[in-house]
Structures are given as C-alpha cells and as structure tokens.
C-alpha cells in the first residue's frame, strides 16, 4: 500500500485536490506551530481566510472552555505517541463556539526545523447539541419538566455521599396522591394529566430552593430535603405542603378540585444509608399512611417493615416454582416494518402460579433479585426459550429470539461460556440469539463490557441496546459497544400524537442510529399511525400490540402460520 501512496504523492496535482475537496478541515503548521496551509473546509469551519491564518498560531482558536487537562494529555499524547485525537470547544472568528473533533499528528524528522504538525478537524456540534437533548430528556419527566427517577436517584446518591462525609442528615419524602385513578377514570387520562401537572406546580412552590424534587411514576413524587437538623424542621415542611392544597383548589377540566395525598418519610443515616433504601423506606411509610386512612404522613420505622409478610410468601413461593417448573416463557412479536413479517421474537418470563394464575414480571422479578434467584431464572429462559426457536426455525421459519440480560446475569465471570454452552447445547444458530442489555447496564464497567460483548459478537451473537432513551451514555461511548440495534422505548412511541416532543425524540434517534450503523427496533407501537410514523422515519423494526400481545409458544405457532401480523 505504501508503494500506491507514494505513487499517489509524487503527482502534486493529486495532493492538492485532496487537499482542496476534503470535507473535513487540514491544517499543516511548522514545528513552532505556526500555520502554515488550511484548506478551505477548514477556512469554512472557523470562518478564518487562509491570508488570516497564515503563520499564526492554533490557540487563536482556543475558546477557553476546554479543560487545561485535556490540552495537557494531548501534548502528552503527541509527544509520546506522535498523535493525539480527541474533542476540544474551540472559537469561530466570530466568537461562535463550536464542538471539534480533531486529530493532530506530528511529523517529525531528525531535523527540528523540518517537523510538521497535521490537524484534521471535524465540526460535531450539532452531534453534541443532539447528545445533550437527549440527555436532558432522559433524565426528565416530559410532562411535569422534573427530574425522572433516573436522574432524581442520581441526585440523592450523590447528596448521600457527600452528607456521609459531612456527618448531615437529610429526609426523604415519598408523596403519592389520594384516590387519583378515580381522577382518571372520570375524566380522562389528558385530565388526569393536566391534574399532575397542577400538582407538580404546586410542589415546586413549596419545595422552591429548599429541597429537589422529582416525578417518580404515575401520580408518585419524590422530596429530599438535605441539611435537616430535625424531625419537627421535618413535620413542619410537610405541615406546610398539606397547606398548600389544602387552602387552593387546582383547576381541572375547568373544575376546582381539592386533592389530598399520603406522604412517608425515612430519614438518613437512621433509616438507611443509601438511595434505594430510602426510597424503599419511604414508600413503606406511605403506604402505612395510606393503611391509617389517608390524607397524612407516617415516618419509617422498622415494625413496618415487619409488616410486609407478602413479600416473604412470595420468597417462599418463587423458591418452589423454580423446582415445579411454574415458569413459562411467553413471546412477543417483532416485524419487519417494511415487509409486515414476523422476523423475530422477544422472550418474556411469566410465573403460572398454581393458585393466582399468571403473575407478571414487574411483581416478581425485584424479589427473586433480592433472593439471589434472578440469574438462575435469567439462565432458564434464555435456554428455553433458544430450544423452542431452534425447533420452530427446523420447521421452516427463520426467526431470531431476543432475550433480555439482567445486570447479575451479564457481570458474573462465567456469562460468556454459559451463553456459548447454551447455543451449543439447543443447536441454535448464533446469529439467531439476540441478547439485550441496557444503557445503564453497559456503561456501569465499559472495557468489562465491551470484551464480553466482542466476545459472542465474533461468535456471530446479535445485541440490542434495550430501552434506548431512559438511561444515558454518550455517543461517543456507545459507538465503542459492538452492538447490533437500538430499542427505543415505549414511553416515547406509546403516548405520542406523532407530532409533540416524543415523535421527535423518536426522529432523532433513528436519525442518529443511522449515522452509527445501527438497526431500530421501536416498543409499544399499538396504532398504524404510530407504525407509519416509525416507518416514515426509516425504522426497520417493531414490536407492540399492534402484531400481537405476548402469548405462549402454542399460540404464537399458529401466528407464525399467518400471512402477515397486520395490514396498513
């Protein structure tokens, strides 16, 4: 190759429409870094004629924004490595501040004075415009503008460890309004929305600079107060939230309605000494204001906990179903939006239990976490369900089969091996299993996770980045994953008219999947408008109640048999 390089060189005319046509921006400088050639893309990018530039020094770029830290790994970079690449805020001539991707190679000789310094530049703003909004909208309620749970719990891990060093204490509130699916049902779902959203304004007022506050689901809020020096300090703040919608009525549907809602408290460090057990704590403590007739707040004490005897037969109970074979493994379509057909399945464990019939995941999948059972129960669906996808494609289908990975499953050492003996073991093409993992999953030990993954992708594994847009992780990072799809999450298709916030949520990530090669597969399309939304856009797959609820293997083999799962 270097004898076609050089042959390509020695005409000057090639090198200088190279020079000339590239899309991204070059500069030459000497060894003092004076700049001594940029090509017009470059002149375009900083706004910058080259009679500007001449003999000038980079830095006249420099917008002060970027970390010395960053300039400092780069001259190392360069000096140890003879390149550095990477992202700087640099400053257009007119003061325009703009995201650069560059990289800067020396050319060095024997002879100081014959050293040349390359940068090739690239504007990634508008990329990093993109990642910002998404982060933004990841970590916040569309509807009341608040913090998420994602970001809320972010928020107070953060408060708890520096309150931790400091020797503070601080108060958690869960608040849950009274009777609010009454609300809903009768007047409507955009009423009852348009209640929250009243009910959001209302807390923000109270809460003001005091404390954060977050949207934690549905008609849930979540309140830490840091710094407290009391319970009464405590008592009094909640006394005067009650104040709040006590006094003033909020409009609905052009009605005045008085609301009232049940608060728990847990304290830190008395009632725990981390997030998750102070938001577990606090919802026990509300739910025991509830028990004592609404309309108040308890604080957490450990007798409450004592009270959740349900969960303790449901330990029980799970423990057995493993040994009785209760487990049963449904399936839920997902289509080729070009073409209507069934191109694969996602697998979904559901619990048969003998008394209660089918039990969802949502109401057992954190217990059998907590038992230490959830990878046990992860490793028999992905077998199962990769024995039943390997029988329906001998009988003629070509279908690949999802199968989401819990955080245990995906960080034990022997994951890997036990994914490769699975394959092995049911004869299932590898590039029949698809496995899906999360944001937040991947991003938690990145080179951990990129080696497993690399490892079954070579072996022809498929990956799905599942729930795409509730968690975050930069495109720079997620480019580095050897993934195959992006997952979009219902929340974003479900509830969107195809015109609001959502939809363009939805735009931009298949836009961006696009650019990053991945395929798109968007959750919980239930309407044609919704799949021609998609469709429009240029995802290639989808999955919802649209083609088909989830349903056992029996039925979903007479679907299979169908022409096609939907007309549009």
């Not at 990289?103 to 002879?111: H, L």
């Not at 699916?181 to 809460?207: P, S």
Request: charged content about 25%.
């Amino acid at each position: 190759m270097r004898e076609y390089v050089k042959q390509f060189a020695v005409d000057y005319e090639n090198v200088w429409n190279l020079f000339n046509h590239m899309n991204d921006g070059l500069i030459i400088t000497d060894s003092k870094q004076n700049i001594l050639a940029a090509n017009p893309a470059f002149q375009k990018i900083t706004g910058y004629q080259y009679e500007e530039l001449f003999l000038k020094n980079p830095s006249i770029l420099q917008s002060g924004e970027t970390p010395a830290e960053v300039f400092d790994d780069m001259w190392s970079s360069i000096l140890d490595k003879g390149t550095w690449t990477g992202e700087l805020v640099n400053k257009k001539k007119n003061g325009e501040f703009y995201w650069s991707y560059i990289t800067i190679t020396q050319i060095k000789k024997a002879n100081l004075d014959d050293t040349y310094y390359i940068g090739i530049i690239r504007d990634i703003t508008s990329r990093k415009l993109a990642e910002e909004k998404i982060s933004y909208l990841a970590f916040h309620d569309n509807l009341t503008e608040m913090p998420n749970r994602i970001r809320f719990k972010q928020v107070l891990t953060e408060t708890l460890r520096d309150h931790d060093k400091k020797g503070e204490r601080l108060a958690l509130i869960f608040f849950d309004l009274d009777r609010f699916k009454i609300i809903n049902d009768t007047f409507g779902h955009q009423h009852g929305d348009e209640m929250l959203k009243g009910v959001a304004t209302r807390l923000k007022e109270a809460v003001g600079e005091r404390g954060v506050i977050g949207r934690f689901g549905g008609d849930e809020f979540t309140i830490m107060l840091p710094s407290v020096q009391s319970e009464k300090e405590v008592t009094d703040f909640i006394t005067m939230i009650y104040k709040k919608f006590t006094d003033l009525p909020i409009m609905c549907t052009g009605r005045e309605l008085f609301i009232t809602s049940s608060m728990g408290v847990s304290l830190f460090p008395e009632h725990g000494q981390d997030a998750n057990t102070l938001i577990k704590n606090a919802d026990i403590a509300m739910y025991c204001s509830k028990d004592e007739g609404r309309n108040n707040y308890q604080i957490y004490n450990e007798g409450m906990s004592k009270g959740t005897y349900y969960q303790l037969i449901i330990e029980s109970e799970l423990r057995k179903a493993l040994e009785n074979d209760e487990f049963k493994v449904y399936y839920q379509v997902q289509v080729d939006v070009k073409t209507n057909e069934i191109y694969g399945v996602e697998a979904l464990i559901r619990w048969d239990h003998p008394e209660r019939g089918i039990v969802p995941p949502g109401d057992f999948l954190t217990i059998a976490e907590e038992m230490g059972i959830i990878v046990d129960i992860d490793d028999w669906v992905l077998k199962t369900a990769c024995q039943q996808v390997k029988q329906w494609n001998d009988e003629g289908n070509n279908l690949q089969v999802s199968v989401n990975i819990s955080r245990k499953q995906f960080e034990r050492n022997g994951f890997v091996d036990f994914v490769k003996k699975t394959i092995r073991e049911t004869g299932i093409k590898p590039e029949h299993v698809n496995l899906e993992i999360t944001e937040n999953m991947a991003i938690i030990n990145v080179e951990a996770a990129i080696k497993k993954l690399q490892a079954l992708k070579d072996l022809g594994v498929h990956f799905s980045l599942d729930d795409f847009g509730t968690g975050y992780s930069s495109l720079s990072q997620l480019k580095r994953f050897p993934i195959n799809t992006l997952k979009i999450d219902q929340s974003f298709v479900k509830n969107s008219n195809g015109n609001d916030e959502d939809a363009a949520i939805v735009k931009l990530i298949i836009a961006m999947a696009k650019t990053l090669q991945f395929t798109v597969t968007c959750e919980g399309i239930e309407t044609l408008e919704q799949l021609e939304l998609i469709k429009k856009e240029g995802c290639n797959h989808a999955q919802g109640f649209l083609f088909s609820k989830p349903i056992n293997a029996e039925e979903l083999k007479l679907l299979l048999k169908q022409p096609s799962t939907v007309q549009s």
